[in-house]
């Protein structure tokens, strides 16, 4: 099917296809289209039929209850979890705005998992659903216990907080992009595991953008509450006629920076009198509607297919493409993500070269290949040897692996590029590491740190200038965080959430090598499979580790003297200045990166919150912004902290050379 093949559909094979395309999505959780030609498929059903039924049935209670997973325990949504209308262009959402008062507010739309958190009669967590039909959603309560940073108690009984369950970008890019379709299908389906330790692995987030049991009067305040009682929460910004627009491009100027998946903007009445007053219909509500952004599509002609050797040793497959125009580059790559969805995109047969393939581009470098519009001649077949050094391939579930060779150079590559980039070792590109690696200056991840510039001065397009940035750039990472150390190392899912587990209960690299898979499975969130991969990876490793820990500085977070460990905070004070605080940052810092402050608040025992929130200890801005404040100028941040202070709030807004002498004390 094409992008325009509905347009020559029967009336029942467009309402058919829309009922298929909407059960994917919503109960199988595995689209075969892109949320754009989805939503051009609807629109074109909604002009030809516009009082269709199945218009109304477009979302999750469109799906049919008797397609929820039939292993998981069901619970009732009250009100219904309902979907969101969709725009495409202003005019659309000028004339929503105009159906209400006051203003709006407005925040990305996460492309994440829908899921109902609730709170019993103490305030305390005790069960968690999915969306699933809207009605009846399947619970999920041991899962989501392990997402990261999800409150456990709050001062408000009987709670139920709604939201958007997602995985960052920056861990689906790092673990799992080589593999899988999407963070949202990975984070549908790590919220359904059968093991629920085995979540913590995926370092799944939880934005909240609703309530029910709160005593609020608009929509802003219900934000600020969930901020103060620890929910992570959407950026958000009230807006009035003249700025719908604006709003919505400053989202899509960001968006290929933000640390989520998103495909839109949602707005919403502020007023929540108004939003009662405009209702709702049964497939979702008038006061807020989603302005979608137009998905970057294409189509092409899949003519190659590469394989090339992740770090973790898996054989991946990459499609070469004619060249075709995803916003505003030409690609000639695409993504084929794993051996099943392969097979699957190609019907009976498997995928085919020469097949007309539909593209899209989520924000990533190399586009997704969503579908086959017509099937090719040429049957892709895997490979029967590792392209880097011949050793005889084999499949584990859904990924192509092999016994690869000590000696097997696109294997060590990749895991010295993981390195590189993990470390933040800047300007070793692939070419540079190429040419490192094959004049055998580079094979080890230590010898980044014996580099010379005479030996890089010795490679082609290197001059004295470069090399000597290249070296100063390797030195200055040789102190390094022990958890970024243990991430660099490229062990299979010996990521960010293990790496922070292991530096918090053992105090050195060598107590790390000497745990036992037992012993570290016993630890909250890390289970058997985890634990094993992880200390199977360590063994392996031990040589090139114990190399490692001899030519770098590693900083482990500081251990509280024995006079601390009790709960009294002067004592606790007493060690750090910024235990138990909360921190925020805005503005441009001198001596480190804002990544870097927030790690180290946190190594001390303090937090680093994602907005400013009612009970946040300190507000730190550059010293150059800082001068300008005194002067009278405010960011949004300022503003709210001060707001918070006016009622009565305690934040100290503080500069850089403050906040230093905090770390030292």
């Given at each position: 099917?094409?992008?325009?093949?509905?347009?020559?559909?029967?009336?029942?094979?467009?309402?058919?296809?829309?009922?298929?395309?909407?059960?994917?999505?919503?109960?199988?959780?595995?689209?075969?289209?892109?949320?754009?030609?989805?939503?051009?498929?609807?629109?074109?059903?909604?002009?030809?039929?516009?009082?269709?039924?199945?218009?109304?049935?477009?979302?999750?209670?469109?799906?049919?209850?008797?397609?929820?997973?039939?292993?998981?325990?069901?619970?009732?949504?009250?009100?219904?979890?309902?979907?969101?209308?969709?725009?495409?262009?202003?005019?659309?959402?000028?004339?929503?705005?105009?159906?209400?008062?006051?203003?709006?507010?407005?925040?990305?739309?996460?492309?994440?998992?829908?899921?109902?958190?609730?709170?019993?009669?103490?305030?305390?967590?005790?069960?968690?659903?999915?969306?699933?039909?809207?009605?009846?959603?399947?619970?999920?309560?041991?899962?989501?216990?392990?997402?990261?940073?999800?409150?456990?108690?709050?001062?408000?009984?009987?709670?139920?907080?709604?939201?958007?369950?997602?995985?960052?970008?920056?861990?689906?890019?790092?673990?799992?992009?080589?593999?899988?379709?999407?963070?949202?299908?990975?984070?549908?389906?790590?919220?359904?595991?059968?093991?629920?330790?085995?979540?913590?692995?995926?370092?799944?987030?939880?934005f909240a953008y609703d309530a029910i049991g709160l005593d609020v009067s608009t929509e802003s305040e219900k934000l600020e509450r969930l901020a103060a009682m620890g929910f992570e929460t959407a950026p958000a910004e009230l807006i009035e006629h003249d700025d719908l627009q604006e709003a919505f491009d400053r989202v899509a100027a960001k968006r290929s920076s933000l640390a989520y998946e998103t495909d839109g903007v949602v707005y919403k009445a502020d007023s929540i009198a108004e939003q009662v007053r405009l209702g709702h219909t049964a497939h979702h509500p008038r006061y807020a509607i989603a302005y979608k952004f137009q998905g970057d599509v294409g189509d092409s002609v899949l003519r190659e297919v590469h394989w090339s050797v992740s770090r973790t040793g898996a054989i991946n497959p990459v499609g070469i493409v004619d060249p075709v125009k995803l916003t505003g580059a030409i690609v000639t790559r695409v993504s084929l993500h794993n051996l099943s969805i392969m097979e699957n995109l190609g019907g009976e047969g498997g995928l085919r070269l020469n097949s007309r393939v539909l593209m899209m581009r989520r924000g990533g470098v190399i586009p997704n290949l969503e579908k086959v519009l017509e099937a090719g001649d040429v049957p892709v077949e895997l490979p029967t040897e590792c392209p880097g050094c011949g050793a005889q391939t084999y499949r584990q579930n859904d990924v192509l692996f092999a016994h690869h060779k000590d000696d097997c150079r696109s294997a060590r590559l990749k895991q010295i590029e993981h390195f590189a980039v993990v470390m933040e070792i800047k300007g070793f590109g692939p070419k540079v590491l190429e040419a490192l690696y094959d004049d055998g200056i580079v094979t080890e991840p230590a010898d980044f740190f014996a580099l010379t510039v005479e030996a890089l001065c010795s490679l082609d397009r290197v001059g004295l200038k470069l090399a000597e940035k290249l070296v100063a750039r390797a030195q200055e990472r040789r102190t390094i965080r022990a958890d970024i150390f243990l991430r660099a190392l490229g062990i299979d899912e010996l990521g960010k959430h293990v790496s922070k587990i292991l530096i918090s209960h053992f105090d050195s690299i060598e107590a790390i090598l000497n745990v036992t898979p037992e012993e570290l499975a016993a630890i909250h969130t890390i289970g058997e499979v985890i634990a094993r991969k992880v200390t199977d990876g360590l063994a392996i490793n031990r040589l090139v580790i114990e190399d490692l820990v001899n030519t770098v500085n590693l900083v482990f977070p500081p251990t509280r003297p024995a006079d601390a460990d009790g709960d009294d905070e002067e004592s606790v004070n007493s060690f750090s200045a910024l235990s138990k605080k909360s921190v925020l940052f805005t503005g441009t810092l001198e001596a480190m990166k804002r990544s870097d402050a927030m790690a180290q608040v946190e190594a001390l025992g303090g937090t680093s919150p994602s907005s400013v929130v009612r009970d946040l200890d300190y507000l730190v801005i550059g010293d150059a912004d800082m001068e300008k404040f005194n002067q009278g100028w405010r960011s949004s941040k300022l503003k709210k902290a001060e707001q918070f202070n006016a009622q009565g709030g305690d934040i100290k807004i503080i500069g850089e050379s403050e906040f230093l002498s905090l770390l030292k004390n």
């Amino acid at each position: 099917m094409t992008l325009n093949d509905w347009e020559t559909m029967t009336l029942q094979q467009l309402e058919e296809a829309v009922q298929y395309h909407n059960r994917k999505y919503w109960v199988d959780d595995s689209p075969e289209i892109s949320d754009p030609e989805f939503d051009k498929m609807v629109e074109a059903l909604r002009e030809r039929a516009p009082d269709s039924a199945v218009l109304d049935a477009i979302g999750p209670a469109g799906a049919g209850i008797e397609e929820l997973d039939p292993s998981l325990e069901k619970c009732p949504h009250d009100p219904p979890m309902l979907s969101l209308d969709k725009c495409y262009d202003e005019a659309t959402l000028v004339r929503w705005f105009e159906k209400f008062e006051g203003a709006a507010i407005t925040t990305p739309k996460i492309d994440g998992v829908a899921a109902s958190i609730r709170y019993d009669s103490k305030g305390r967590f005790c069960l968690a659903a999915t969306r699933g039909n809207g009605v009846l959603g399947e619970v999920i309560t041991e899962n989501v216990r392990h997402i990261v940073g999800l409150p456990t108690q709050v001062d408000v009984p009987n709670l139920e907080v709604r939201g958007e369950a997602y995985m960052p970008i920056s861990v689906f890019d790092e673990h799992f992009k080589e593999a899988y379709l999407s963070p949202r299908n990975l984070t549908a389906g790590a919220l359904k595991l059968k093991d629920p330790t085995r979540v913590a692995g995926y370092d799944i987030h939880f934005f909240a953008y609703d309530a029910i049991g709160l005593d609020v009067s608009t929509e802003s305040e219900k934000l600020e509450r969930l901020a103060a009682m620890g929910f992570e929460t959407a950026p958000a910004e009230l807006i009035e006629h003249d700025d719908l627009q604006e709003a919505f491009d400053r989202v899509a100027a960001k968006r290929s920076s933000l640390a989520y998946e998103t495909d839109g903007v949602v707005y919403k009445a502020d007023s929540i009198a108004e939003q009662v007053r405009l209702g709702h219909t049964a497939h979702h509500p008038r006061y807020a509607i989603a302005y979608k952004f137009q998905g970057d599509v294409g189509d092409s002609v899949l003519r190659e297919v590469h394989w090339s050797v992740s770090r973790t040793g898996a054989i991946n497959p990459v499609g070469i493409v004619d060249p075709v125009k995803l916003t505003g580059a030409i690609v000639t790559r695409v993504s084929l993500h794993n051996l099943s969805i392969m097979e699957n995109l190609g019907g009976e047969g498997g995928l085919r070269l020469n097949s007309r393939v539909l593209m899209m581009r989520r924000g990533g470098v190399i586009p997704n290949l969503e579908k086959v519009l017509e099937a090719g001649d040429v049957p892709v077949e895997l490979p029967t040897e590792c392209p880097g050094c011949g050793a005889q391939t084999y499949r584990q579930n859904d990924v192509l692996f092999a016994h690869h060779k000590d000696d097997c150079r696109s294997a060590r590559l990749k895991q010295i590029e993981h390195f590189a980039v993990v470390m933040e070792i800047k300007g070793f590109g692939p070419k540079v590491l190429e040419a490192l690696y094959d004049d055998g200056i580079v094979t080890e991840p230590a010898d980044f740190f014996a580099l010379t510039v005479e030996a890089l001065c010795s490679l082609d397009r290197v001059g004295l200038k470069l090399a000597e940035k290249l070296v100063a750039r390797a030195q200055e990472r040789r102190t390094i965080r022990a958890d970024i150390f243990l991430r660099a190392l490229g062990i299979d899912e010996l990521g960010k959430h293990v790496s922070k587990i292991l530096i918090s209960h053992f105090d050195s690299i060598e107590a790390i090598l000497n745990v036992t898979p037992e012993e570290l499975a016993a630890i909250h969130t890390i289970g058997e499979v985890i634990a094993r991969k992880v200390t199977d990876g360590l063994a392996i490793n031990r040589l090139v580790i114990e190399d490692l820990v001899n030519t770098v500085n590693l900083v482990f977070p500081p251990t509280r003297p024995a006079d601390a460990d009790g709960d009294d905070e002067e004592s606790v004070n007493s060690f750090s200045a910024l235990s138990k605080k909360s921190v925020l940052f805005t503005g441009t810092l001198e001596a480190m990166k804002r990544s870097d402050a927030m790690a180290q608040v946190e190594a001390l025992g303090g937090t680093s919150p994602s907005s400013v929130v009612r009970d946040l200890d300190y507000l730190v801005i550059g010293d150059a912004d800082m001068e300008k404040f005194n002067q009278g100028w405010r960011s949004s941040k300022l503003k709210k902290a001060e707001q918070f202070n006016a009622q009565g709030g305690d934040i100290k807004i503080i500069g850089e050379s403050e906040f230093l002498s905090l770390l030292k004390n």
